[in-house]
Every structure is written in C-alpha cells, then in structure tokens.
C-alpha cells in the first residue's frame, strides 16, 4: 500500500514491548483499554469522515 510503513522484524511495537514489560496485569490490561478506547475514537473519526465523502458522491454523482 502507498504511503505504508513496515516495520523491521528486529524492531518490536512499542506496543508489544510495554506489554513485555515487568508490569503488574492491572497495568496491562489499562493500557490496553486505554488503547483501544484511542482506537475506538480514531474509528469514529474516520466514520465521520467518510459519511461527509458519501454525502458529497451523492450530491456531485
């Protein structure tokens, strides 16, 4: 995909190496959730973004 990075397999996601990390499970699992609450927002974003692109085919199309 254009404009995609790929990362190294030598090189761990931030993401997994936090995880990785000496961490109680509490800390894990907050991380995780506030993770996938970030997520949760960045899908709603795009949803928004793409209702307003649909609107616009249906008005120029």
């Known amino acids: 995909m254009p404009g995609s990075r790929r990362r190294s397999p030598a090189r761990p996601h931030a993401?997994?190496?936090?995880?990785?990390?000496?961490q109680s499970a509490q800390d894990?699992?907050?991380f995780l959730r506030e993770r996938r609450a970030v997520l949760?927002?960045?899908v709603a974003s795009l949803s928004r973004?793409?209702?307003v692109l649909d609107e616009k085919i249906a008005y120029h199309g």
């Open 40 to 42: 949760e927002q960045r």
């Open 15 to 22: 993401c997994t190496q936090i995880l990785r990390a000496e």
């Open 28 to 30: 894990r699992d907050a």
């Open 49 to 51: 973004a793409m209702d």
